[in-house]
């Protein structure tokens, strides 16, 4: 088993940015890709980014390319998601998941374990 645990969600203002952190237990955590997928109000949730298990592939949403940076220490545990340029289209509850695999996936059936979540805002 592998427990998530997102951190480092908060307000923002527009343009602004944040740091999430996702702290992952569980000796299998270097053999798993990891995603970030989000929540908005009224929204199914959606596919945000996602990072290979070594780290050296990933991928993004298109509404979050260029913005957005994803990346993964695995010495630590962590996975992070830097979000830079912030709107309030972004606003939403964003999810940690570990992955079934090492390969990267944008679908939520790929991944088994998943955090609780941390609420970003961002306001106009």
């Known amino acids: 088993q592998v427990h998530v645990v997102e951190s480092g969600g908060g307000l923002v203002q527009a343009g602004g940015s944040l740091r999430l952190s996702c702290a992952a237990s569980?000796?299998?955590?270097?053999?798993?890709?990891m995603g970030w997928f989000r929540q908005a109000p009224g929204k199914e949730r959606e596919f945000v980014a996602a990072i290979s298990a070594s780290g050296g592939r990933n991928d993004y949403a298109d509404s979050v390319k260029g913005r957005f940076t994803i990346s993964r220490d695995n010495a630590k545990n962590t996975v992070y998601l830097q979000m830079n340029n912030l709107e309030p289209e972004d606003t939403a509850v964003y999810y940690c998941?570990?992955?079934?695999?090492?390969?990267?996936?944008?679908?939520?059936?790929?991944?088994?374990?998943w955090g609780q979540g941390t609420q970003v805002t961002v306001s106009s």
């Open positions: 569980g000796r299998t955590f270097s053999s798993r890709a």
């Open positions: 998941a570990a992955g079934r695999y090492i390969f990267m996936s944008i679908r939520t059936s790929d991944y088994d374990y």
